[in-house]
C-alpha cells in the first residue's frame, strides 16, 4: 500500500530534469591514472538570446602534478574538448585563468599546479528543449613524466527548466576574476621584423610591473623566446625571436596575444602583427671584451683576494732563483690554472642554467659544502707554508702534498685557481657588465666573456712569463724567506678563518668554534714545532704590544679618524610589492643586496653606508630600507638581480615617487654618489641638504 503511493512520487522525481545533479558531471577520474580528478559543472544561468551558457571545468591534481594554460610553452599540452556529434555545443569559449611558471631541465612551460577552475562558455542549440552536453576532455598531466588522458562526460539537461546552481555560480565568478582582463585596443603595438625573425612589442598603461613575466602566443606552429625586456613606467617594450620547426615564421597580418603578469596583476594585450623593422642595441663586443678584461684585471686588487697575494708572492721569490725559462713555465702555468678555473665556473654556470637554476656570480658561496671544500684548501696551503708536510708520510704522499704549494707547475696551476675562487665573491668595476651579459647569454657567448675575464686576472701571470726579468729584479732567496712564509702563513690563517665564520650561517655556532679551535690549535702546535716555544712567545707578545699600541694610537685620535657609527638602521626584508607600497606614499627606497661572504659589501657598508653624511640621510623618516640577503640562495633576492640584468652582489638601487623603476648605483658606493640618487629619486633635492 504504502509503496503504490510512493511510487508516483519517485517516477516523478527521477525523471525530474532540472534537479541540481543534472548540471554537473560529478567528480570524473580515470582508472589509469588516480591523481587527477575532473569536474564539469553548469551554473544554470542560459541566455536565450546569446545561446550562451556558463560552466566551470574544475581540475583537481596530486602532489606535484601539473596540468597546462592554453599555451603551454616549450613542453605540455593543453586541455582541450573533443564534442560528440549528439551534443548540443556549438562552440566554445575557453577562459584562462592566469598561469604559473615552471622550469624543467631547461624547459620553461606555463601551467597549473594542485588545482585550477577554469570558466567555460558554452554556445548550444536551443532549437529543441532537451539538450544533452557530451563530449570528451583530454587532459595533459606532467611531473617528471607526462600522462595524456581522456575523460568521457556527459550531461543531459532541459534547457528551459535550467535552475541556478549557487556552487557553480560562486565557482564560476572566483574563477573568472582570476582570469587577465583584455587591455583596450590600440594600447598595443606588434611589429615583426622578418629579415631578423624578431617580434617587438610595445604595451602601454598604467601599470606598475614589478617582475612581470610576458608569453605571446596566437600561432600555434611559433614559439617565441624573449630577448630584450625594457620597463618604462607607463611603458613597456619586448623584443622575442621567434622559431617555426615546420617553416620560417610568417606573422605579418596575424592577431597575436601576449599575456603579462606578475605577483600582483595580469592583463592581456591582442593586436594585428605589422610588418616593420625591430630596433634594439646591438651588443658592443670590443667594448664588452674590454670590460671584462678590466674587470679580472682588478679582480687582483679587490679585498677578496687580498690573501692570494701572499701565495703570489711567495712564488715569485722562489722563481726569482731559477733560470728565465721556468720562470716563464711556472707563470704560464698560475695563469693556465686561471683559465681553467674560469673555464669550470662557466660550465657550471651553464649547468644551472640547463636545469632551470638561478645562476649568479659567486653563488657557490651560498653552499656550505663549498665554503667547508675552501676552508679545508687554504688551510692545506697554509700548513704547507709552515712546514707541516715534513712530517712521516708516505713517499708519493709526501711529495705530492710538498709540491702542491710549492715550486712544481702542479703547484703553481692550483694556485691560479684557487686564487679564482676566493675571487668570486667580489664584484668590481666593470666586471658586473661582463658578467650580467655572459650569464644571460647563450653557451658561446658566456665562454667567451669568461675567458676574457680570465685574462684580465692572469695578466699579472702572463706579464711575469712574457718578461721573465721581473721576477730576477726580487730580492735573492735567503733566511728571511722563513720569517716572510710565516707572514704568508699568517695571512691565509685569517682567510681561513674568515671563510669558518661564513659556515655560521649553516651550521650550528658550536661547530663552527669547535672547528675553528681545532685549525687555530693546529696552526700553534706547528709554530711551536717550526720555531720554539721561546719564538712564538716572541712573537705573540709582539702582536701584543702592536695591537695594543695600535688602539692606543686610535683611541688617542679617534677625532680625527673616520668613526664607525651604530648599526641601528632599520632594514626590511626584501619584497617588491613593499617598495612599491613605499614609494606610493612618497618615501624613497633604498635597496641593498648583500651577503656575508661579499667583502666589497662589507666596505661600502662600514666606509659609506655607516658614515656620515650618508648614515644621517638614511636615518631619516622618508627614506626606507630593504635589504636582499644573497648569503643563502634565495628565489626572491636572484629574481630581482636577474630583473636589472644582475648577477652579483654588492647590488644597490634607489627608488622614489620621481623615479619608480629604480636608479641603480655603482658596485663601489661614495656617499656623493648615494646623495644624489637619494634627490633625484624624491625630485627634491632639499630633502637631503643640510
Not at 580515470?30 to 587527477?36: G, L
Not at 556527459?154 to 555560480?169: G, H, I, K, T, W
Request: aromatic share 10%; net charge neutral.
Amino acid at each position: 500500500m504504502i509503496l503504490k503511493i510512493l511510487l508516483p512520487w519517485l517516477l516523478l522525481l527521477c525523471l525530474t530534469p532540472s534537479l541540481a545533479f543534472s548540471q554537473s558531471t560529478g567528480w570524473l577520474t580515470h582508472q589509469q591514472h588516480p591523481p587527477a580528478q575532473v569536474r564539469l559543472m553548469l551554473t544554470g544561468e542560459f541566455n536565450q538570446q546569446t545561446k550562451l551558457l556558463p560552466a566551470v571545468l574544475q581540475v583537481k591534481l596530486e602532489g606535484d602534478w601539473k596540468t597546462y594554460w592554453r599555451s603551454p610553452g616549450e613542453g605540455g599540452v593543453a586541455p582541450s574538448i573533443r564534442w560528440d556529434e549528439a551534443s548540443s555545443v556549438q562552440s566554445l569559449e575557453w577562459l584562462w585563468p592566469r598561469p604559473e611558471r615552471f622550469s624543467l631541465l631547461g624547459l620553461q612551460t606555463f601551467g597549473y599546479q594542485q588545482a585550477v577552475d577554469f570558466p567555460l562558455l558554452l554556445r548550444v542549440d536551443s532549437s529543441s528543449q532537451a539538450g544533452r552536453i557530451s563530449g570528451v576532455l583530454t587532459l595533459s598531466t606532467c611531473t617528471n613524466v607526462c600522462v595524456l588522458t581522456d575523460y568521457p562526460f556527459a550531461v543531459d539537461v532541459d534547457l528551459q527548466a535550467l535552475r541556478p546552481d549557487s556552487e557553480a555560480m560562486y565557482l564560476y565568478n572566483k574563477a573568472k576574476m582570476a582570469v587577465p582582463p583584455l587591455a583596450e585596443a590600440g594600447t598595443s603595438d606588434f611589429v615583426w621584423d622578418e629579415t631578423k625573425q624578431q617580434l617587438q612589442v610595445t604595451l602601454r598603461g598604467e601599470h606598475q610591473w614589478q617582475l612581470p613575466q610576458l608569453v605571446v602566443d596566437g600561432d600555434p606552429e611559433t614559439t617565441f623566446k624573449l630577448l630584450n625586456l625594457s620597463l618604462q613606467s607607463k611603458q613597456v617594450s619586448a623584443v622575442f625571436s621567434a622559431e617555426n620547426w615546420l617553416a620560417q615564421p610568417m606573422l605579418t597580418d596575424k592577431v597575436l596575444h601576449l599575456t603579462i603578469f606578475d605577483k600582483q596583476q595580469a592583463v592581456e594585450y591582442q593586436s594585428k602583427v605589422v610588418a616593420g623593422q625591430v630596433s634594439v642595441e646591438e651588443i658592443a663586443w670590443p667594448k664588452l671584451l674590454v670590460f671584462a678584461l678590466l674587470g679580472g684585471l682588478i679582480l687582483n686588487v679587490m679585498p677578496c683576494v687580498l690573501p692570494v697575494l701572499g701565495m703570489k708572492l711567495s712564488s715569485v721569490i722562489a722563481a726569482a732563483s731559477v733560470d728565465q725559462g721556468r720562470i716563464r713555465r711556472q707563470f704560464l702555468a698560475s695563469a693556465a690554472g686561471i683559465v681553467v678555473s674560469f673555464w669550470i665556473l662557466a660550465g657550471f654556470v651553464m649547468l644551472l642554467k640547463v636545469s632551470g637554476q638561478a645562476v649568479g656570480w659567486g653563488i657557490q658561496f651560498q653552499q656550505p659544502w663549498f665554503i667547508g671544500f675552501m676552508v679545508l684548501v687554504t688551510a692545506l696551503f697554509a700548513l704547507n707554508m709552515l712546514g707541516a708536510f715534513e712530517i712521516s708520510l708516505p713517499a708519493s704522499w709526501q711529495t705530492r702534498l710538498a709540491t702542491s704549494g710549492g715550486n712544481s707547475y702542479g703547484g703553481h696551476f692550483l694556485q691560479g685557481m684557487f686564487a679564482t675562487l676566493l675571487a668570486t665573491p667580489c664584484s668590481a668595476p666593470f666586471l658586473g657588465t661582463a658578467v650580467a651579459f655572459a650569464l644571460g647569454a647563450e653557451p658561446l657567448s658566456l665562454i667567451i666573456i669568461f675567458s676574457a675575464l680570465a685574462l684580465g686576472m692572469a695578466l699579472p701571470w702572463l706579464l711575469v712569463a712574457a718578461f721573465p726579468r721581473l721576477a730576477k729584479a726580487l730580492p735573492k732567496p735567503g733566511k728571511w724567506m722563513k720569517q716572510v712564509k710565516l707572514v704568508f702563513a699568517l695571512m691565509l690563517l685569517a682567510t681561513c678563518l674568515w671563510l669558518l665564520s661564513l659556515l655560521a650561517n649553516f651550521l650550528s655556532g658550536v661547530g663552527v668554534l669547535l672547528v675553528t679551535a681545532v685549525v687555530v690549535l693546529t696552526f700553534v702546535w706547528l709554530l711551536l714545532k717550526q720555531y720554539g716555544a721561546k719564538a712564538l712567545l716572541i712573537s705573540f707578545s709582539a702582536l701584543m704590544l702592536l695591537g695594543g699600541g695600535v688602539a692606543l694610537v686610535g683611541a688617542m685620535t679617534s677625532e680625527r679618524w673616520a668613526k664607525v657609527l651604530p648599526s641601528d638602521l632599520v632594514w626590511q626584508p626584501l619584497q617588491q610589492s613593499n617598495i612599491a607600497e613605499q614609494v606610493a606614499q612618497g618615501k624613497v627606497v633604498l635597496v641593498d643586496v648583500t651577503a656575508d661572504w661579499c667583502i666589497t659589501c662589507k666596505a661600502n657598508k662600514v666606509g659609506v653606508l655607516l658614515q656620515d653624511p650618508t648614515y644621517s640621510r638614511l636615518k631619516l623618516n622618508t627614506v626606507h630600507l630593504v635589504k636582499g640577503d644573497w648569503t643563502k640562495p634565495s628565489s626572491e633576492v636572484s629574481a630581482f638581480l636577474q630583473r636589472y640584468q644582475r648577477f652579483g652582489v654588492p647590488f644597490n638601487i634607489v627608488y622614489g615617487p620621481a623615479a619608480p623603476n629604480g636608479i641603480a648605483l655603482p658596485v663601489i658606493l661614495s656617499h656623493q654618489v648615494i646623495e644624489q640618487a637619494l634627490a633625484q629619486a624624491a625630485g627634491d633635492a632639499s630633502l637631503f641638504q643640510d
